[in-house]
């Protein structure tokens, strides 16, 4: 069965980066996107690509600091988050989706299976 496997999670300092990395072979799907949640708070959608043209979307806490992209041969999709913050600290997990009419979704992006996640925790 298909699954999604994340990577690249870790500890830094405010202000650092991170790359994080999600693999998704033989999954079809026409979006991926990133979420990520702390315990207490509703799941957060940070960032989607569409793998078919590639567009992508980014929830505003974190426009001009994260940055998705997809290698579709490689059925791969990652986070670069640059300078950093402590509240970035979370819980991210990648999701496969199909794009929807749904514009409450980030990028209409409907997810139907998750990863299991990797923390992040960003120190001040």
């Known amino acids: 069965q298909a699954h999604l496997a994340e990577s690249g999670g870790g500890s830094v300092q405010a202000g650092g980066s991170l790359t994080l990395s999600c693999a998704a072979p033989?999954?079809?799907?026409?979006?991926m996107a990133w979420f990520r949640q702390t315990p207490g708070k509703e799941r957060e959608g940070v960032a989607v690509?569409?793998?078919?043209?590639?567009?992508?979307f980014y929830a505003d806490s974190v426009k001009g600091r994260f940055t998705i992209s997809r290698d579709n041969a490689k059925n791969t999709v990652s986070l670069q988050m640059d300078s950093l913050k402590p509240e970035d600290t979370a819980k991210y997990s990648c999701?496969?989706?199909?794009?929807?009419?749904?514009?409450?979704?980030?990028?209409?992006?409907?997810?139907?299976?998750w990863g299991q996640g990797t923390q992040v925790t960003v120190s001040s």
């Open positions: 690509i569409w793998t078919i043209g590639g567009a992508t």
């Open positions: 999701a496969a989706g199909w794009i929807g009419a749904d514009r409450q979704l980030l990028g209409r992006c409907n997810p139907f299976k």
């Open positions: 033989g999954l079809s799907r026409n979006c």
